[in-house]
């Protein structure tokens, strides 16, 4: 049944990542035409200052969420309803004060926003993202209980109808009336309604959370608001890490930089949504799993699922290095190419982010949090820093160099440490020549591919996109299997597609 639901939230997410994907691109493109970089530039910025705000939420639908798995493993739902009722009490708290914070900090604004040229009301426009965001919070508690109990592909599937109406509407807008404040008006009545529909869905779904009156235990709530503190630091890292690079761009570099980052960082978050899903949704069934507490067998699938997640993470961040440029060409033009070096380092930062996904899978799912709860900050103090050290002498592409030194905080302790040793009580050794033996196999293979791809020249924008597209297509898969055609990770792949193609054919 866990194999099951994970095929079907994989294929259905993959499907819906595809169309949001090209939508969003569409939608990109009409925004950049019709609007133009500063207004770009704005809603990057705006974004990062709003998931300052999200370090709110503290990591409580993460604590709550793994309390949910062994209660819906048991069909126990007294307990399913206690957690919910409490999730909803939070979430609407949490509401609360995202608002007032927001508020709080309109007055700062022009800190980080310096010469701008376009006629807008900076505050208004701020206070209706904080709206929004305020509004992602009502009801969408009920999110996480389909999610968590593997039904992935029902939230999925909602959300991408969601997805290409607010991008329909948007475009109409845009290139109707120019009008940003509608642009923004629309996303608040798209994101209210998205939640309604998942709240009338999750009623229906599991009908005794109606009229929920159900109080949460004392030692439930004492273990969840144990892993919030911990989470509330994994959530200032977090957004240090992911979510600050907007703002120094803007305040070193100006509002056009962060413009210009913006259309290089929806396609990579594109890229990462849509791959990073295929691992993302097995974070249940993983949940699932670990209730067993059988380390040997978690190790097995551990090992199977960190492969796929290698083979994800090089393909699709050689994509990005072989296939960047041409796209950006013919989606809204060559005045748009960030610097080459840039490129790289973001390729780069793109495949350790990626490579996370596995270790943050088994994190989640098994509920280690407390334990590491100062590495965020470690890796928060290390992002900064070394972004403005390396901001001087490489500018845009010493910020992303400044993430990608973070990182070694994880890769270097949390993970071989609360992982690999903690959860499959297996050594530092074997996770050193792992993580190391894939990431040089990554980085032979990139600088080959691109080489390769280097040998092509082409008088057609189009013509060059088609081939560069085959030729990260063809080369890294097909050296990938070269290396690992007879190793037991990728024969297990092998037979588990033979065995869901022969069920295909009965049917």
Known sequence: MRTKNSIKNTLVSFITNIVTIVIGLVAQAVFIKTLGNEYLGINGLFSNIISMLGIVELGIGSAIIYHLYKPLAENNSKQVKALMNFYKKCYNIIA????????????????????ITIDINISLVYIMFIIEVVCSYLLSYKRSLINANQKSYVVNLIHIGYLI?????EIIILIATKNYYLYLIIKIIMRLLENIILSIIANKLYSYLKNNSEELDKETKK???????????????GFIVLGTDNIIISKYLGIITVGLYSNYALIIEAVNRLFGQVINTLTPSVGN???ENNSTKNFHIFKKVRFLNFWIATFSGISILIIMESFIKIWIGKEFILPLLALYILVINYYQRSMRTCFMVFKEASGIYYEDRFVPLIESALNIIASLILLKYFGLSGIFMGTIISSLALWCYSYPKYVYKKLFNRSYINYIKETIGYLSIFILLSIFT???????????????????????LIIPNL?????????????????????????????
């Open 96 to 115: 609360l004060a995202i608002f007032i914070i927001g508020l709080i900090i309109t007055p700062y604004l022009p800190l980080f926003i310096e010469n």
């Open 165 to 169: 109406i607010l991008n329909l509407i």
């Open 223 to 237: 273990d969840i608001f144990k892993k919030v503190k911990a989470l509330f630091f994994h959530k200032i890292g």
């Open 289 to 291: 799993l670990l209730v």
């Open 450 to 472: 691109y080489i390769f791809k280097s040998l092509f020249t082409f008088n057609s924008d189009f013509l060059e996109f088609i081939v560069n597209s085959l030729i990260a």
């Open 479 to 507: 050296i990938l299997l070269l290396i690992f055609f007879k190793t037991d990770n990728f024969k297990y792949y092998l037979n588990l597609l033979k065995d869901i193609l022969k069920k295909k054919v009965k049917k």
